[in-house]
């Protein structure tokens, strides 16, 4: 008896260990399918920097024959002090600008810099109200829609049981033909009723019109702000206008009583005989390179930065801008090819994501976060998605305005293969 009982353990020991060994097998088979068939992403969180748009151009290094005084646009010349011919040392006054039509002209843009900042603001408010209350109308649809097919059914469910009672009555043919008509007009009308209930759902939902207003705007007040500070900056000199170089005057471009113009105020040539580079550069960049803007130039040999703009005028094609920038004459070789960086930044946005991680679908921006849910089969990761608003982006990153997001979301930026929301997915190892 003793040695059935033990054979009896034994084989159930056995079965057990077997039973083990297969859910030890199938557990590592599962672990390796999910390996293989949920996406691994990477994630970020959104930071706080500025954009920085980059021109690169190449040109090539000339001998400086003759040099421009410039000044910005439209300011009112009080006196000019100089004539053609005459000699004039690095730093001389040239002439002098009308002092109270400076300041004017200044209020005049800083005017309207504030204008369409406040535009800007408004438009931001009325878009983030719509948004609210698109997304309020739509769920109030979808609810009442729901609604509607729950009530529907109910009465079209009560008038077939009333049907069926009145056929199982044996009433009277009118009587049965009367309730079977009210059935078929319940179900018509719920149709008609859950038809004009849907399409109120698609109306609620519809797209927005694209508004691009906000940009375009942020264009304007970056150059205004441009303007702003060089004519600033020629307050602080009083309104004087010096000599850059020594060298003799070649022309008088504006008289006094005049005002300036978009050109050159004076002309003149450049003693050092220094070198001068000459690139082009696409009207379509035009915007990211000003007179007096910094930028680097850079050789096999030589790298020079922080170096001033000095003109930049339309091409005869009107195709390109050619951009000169004059040099010291102990920098480059002469005939040399050279390349032209100029980096422009935007204003500092508290909310940016790498552009990679933006994603558009039927002309709504939105990002994918990884949110941990629980679920039936334990703690998971999850892609969800969620909306934003993009205020300005360049080849690397995109402001976005930060209602939706914060510093604690995880985006996603990169994926081994197509994630969608809803997805499960596993984040890789830093």
Do not use: H
Not at 154 to 167: F, G, N, P
Not at 168 to 185: G, I, L, M, Q
Not at 271 to 279: I, V
Not at 324 to 342: K, Q, R
């Amino acid at each position: 008896m003793k040695r059935i009982k033990k054979a009896g353990n034994t084989a159930w020991l056995k079965g057990l260990a077997w039973l083990l060994g297969i859910m030890l097998f199938f557990t590592v088979i599962s672990r390796a399918a999910d390996s293989l068939t949920v996406p691994r992403v990477n994630v970020g969180s959104p930071s706080a920097r500025k954009l920085q748009y980059t021109v690169s151009v190449e040109g090539r290094i000339g001998k400086n024959r003759e040099i421009s005084v410039l000044t910005q646009p439209d300011l009112l010349v009080k006196t000019m002090l100089v004539s053609e011919g005459q000699r004039v040392q690095k730093g001389e006054v040239l002439a002098r600008l009308d002092m109270n039509q400076l300041q004017e002209q200044i209020d005049g843009v800083e005017g309207e810099k504030k204008a369409l900042e406040l535009q800007n603001q408004a438009v931001k408010e009325n878009r983030s109200r719509a948004w609210r209350k698109q997304k309020k109308t739509l769920a109030q649809a979808k609810d009442d829609y729901v609604r509607l097919r729950r009530e529907n059914r109910k009465a079209v469910a009560a008038a077939k049981k009333e049907l069926a009672k009145a056929r199982a009555d044996s009433e009277p043919k009118a009587s049965v033909e009367e309730k079977r008509k009210a059935v078929e007009e319940l179900r018509s009308a719920a149709e008609k009723e859950e038809k004009a209930a849907e399409r109120a759902v698609q109306e609620a939902g519809a797209e927005p019109e694209a508004d691009n207003s906000i940009e375009v705007n942020n264009i304007s007040i970056r150059k205004l702000q441009r303007r702003i500070d060089k004519l600033d900056g020629i307050r602080k000199q009083k309104g004087r206008i010096t000599a850059p170089e020594t060298g003799v005057i070649t022309g008088v471009l504006v008289n006094v009583g005049q005002k300036t113009q978009d050109t050159s105020l004076i002309t003149m040539t450049d003693d050092s005989a220094g070198l001068m580079f000459q690139g082009q550069i696409m009207v379509s960049d035009a915007r990211y390179v000003s007179v007096g803007d910094r930028i680097m130039l850079e050789s096999a040999d030589c790298k020079l930065e922080d170096i001033a703009v000095t003109s930049v005028e339309m091409d005869e094609s009107r195709e390109f801008m050619n951009v000169t920038v004059l040099l010291p004459a102990d920098t480059f070789s002469l005939g040399e090819t050279v390349t032209m960086t100029a980096v422009r930044e935007s204003e500092s946005y508290p909310c940016t994501i790498p552009v990679k991680a933006l994603r558009q679908e039927s002309g709504r921006s939105f990002v994918l976060t990884v949110q941990t849910e629980d679920t039936v089969l334990g703690l998971q990761e999850v892609a969800r998605q969620e909306e934003v608003l993009v205020l300005e982006k360049n080849g690397s990153y995109a402001a976005l305005d930060g209602e939706s997001l914060d510093a604690e979301s995880k985006i996603i930026s990169a994926s081994d293969r197509y994630v969608k929301a809803g997805d499960r997915v596993r984040v890789k190892d830093e």
